[in-house]
């Protein structure tokens, strides 16, 4: 079994910061790309940003700048640093990685509310 585990949301006021984590534990041959989507309410799930086993990165083009995403391999750990938020950034945020357990699947993992006042 595989489980993605977030941690960091909550409530910040424009301009303000927050740190995302996400860790996975479970057993697999190997993670290739980990990253985070969100979904605010009345749109759908968008990606934010994605970072392959290798450390590359794409972001979307609404938090290029602002965001940084970052992995500890070692960890199974991923991160989004997000930095002068915006009320638009507001929604809840997923972590989830593409796993080899002999098929290569997305996980999940529950979500987390960032909530960005105004």
């Known amino acids: 079994q595989v489980q993605l585990a977030e941690s960091g949301g909550g409530l910040v006021q424009a301009g303000g910061s927050l740190r995302l984590s996400c860790a996975a534990s479970g057993s697999w041959f190997s993670i290739n790309d980990m990253g985070w989507y969100r979904q605010a309410p009345g749109k759908q799930r968008e990606l934010v940003a994605v970072?392959?086993?290798?450390?590359?990165?794409n972001y979307a083009d609404s938090v290029k700048g602002r965001f940084t995403i970052s992995r500890d391999n070692a960890r199974n750990t991923v991160i989004l640093q997000m930095n002068s938020l915006r009320p638009e950034d507001t929604a809840v945020y997923y972590c989830y990685a593409l796993i080899n357990r002999l098929v290569m699947r997305d996980y999940w993992g529950q979500g987390t509310q960032v909530t960005v006042s105004s």
């Open positions: 970072i392959s086993s290798g450390g590359s990165t």
